[in-house]
């Protein structure tokens, strides 16, 4: 075994248990800060402090803990925030040390209901979001892209894969692409494998990129899938086709063409039939749901 693979079994372990540390002193320190909202909510509830006692709670830390930091006037009056909300929540509350404290600041100050809250407070901790990407998912709506508009599938899918309706959703934000006003499927395409990254992440956890342009031989015929990925979850490929004008009915004949080549020819044993999503620029309601009724 060669040295250098030798010694890299053991930076995994130190990078492994770096990580482990971090998470552990992360969920130490919303649970400190979970326990001194709940001193403060109770010291106001029963009128025995007033506001001004927690300015002066502020300045106390401040003098007496020197290089204390995250205890001002603001952030005490967050902490107790943090804990009337979730406190009483038993299907909640176990989440809150399961994310950063500067997660739980984004998800309580643009939140605006309790579905709501709850819905970012898993997603993040279920995709492992990191703070620039949660504030990202705020600002595309994912909330009321995918609670209040379901995912449109197919009744085949939903019969072969019955957890599909929660890895997919109705539409996807790809804004990072920064693609001119008029663009065409090939700079779209180029745009999303140039960032790939940031697509997977908008695409959802477990799924892992195959190839693009991905070639289909069907008879003495030549065929190209725009994009191909596997679903760990789905334990299936996930073909993707591109498109830059609205949904056509069409278009989906097209996709199952692919995914009855990719099941024929490139399914393995083991694995579940493939998916199929369509990216299209804008759609008919009425047009998809004729579409997707068989």
Known sequence: MPL?????????LIQAARQH?????????VSLYWQVGEYINRKLASAEWGDKVVDQLARYLAKTQPGL?????????RMRQFYEIYNG???????????PWTHHLIILGQSKHPEEREF?????????WSKRELERQFKAALFERAVLNPTRVSPLVRQIHPAAVDVFKDSYVVEFLQLPAEHNEADLHQGLINRLKQFLIELGRDFC??????????????FALDLLFFHRGLNCLVAIELKVDRFEPEHLGKLNFYLEALDRDHRKPHENPAIGLLLCATKDEEVVEYALSR
């Not at 250098?4 to 995994?12: E, H, I, K």
């Open 89 to 99: 929540n038993q299907i909640v509350t176990p989440l809150v040390t399961q994310l």
């Open 69 to 77: 930091k995250g205890f001002t006037r603001r952030n005490l009056f």
């Open 120 to 128: 970012y407070l898993r997603m993040a901790i279920q995709e492992r």
């Open 209 to 222: 990129f195959v190839g693009s342009e991905y070639p289909l031989q069907v008879g003495g015929r030549d």
């Open 21 to 29: 540390a971090y998470q552990a002193v992360n969920a130490e320190l």
């Open 4 to 12: 250098d693979s030798a010694f890299a079994v053991v930076v995994n």
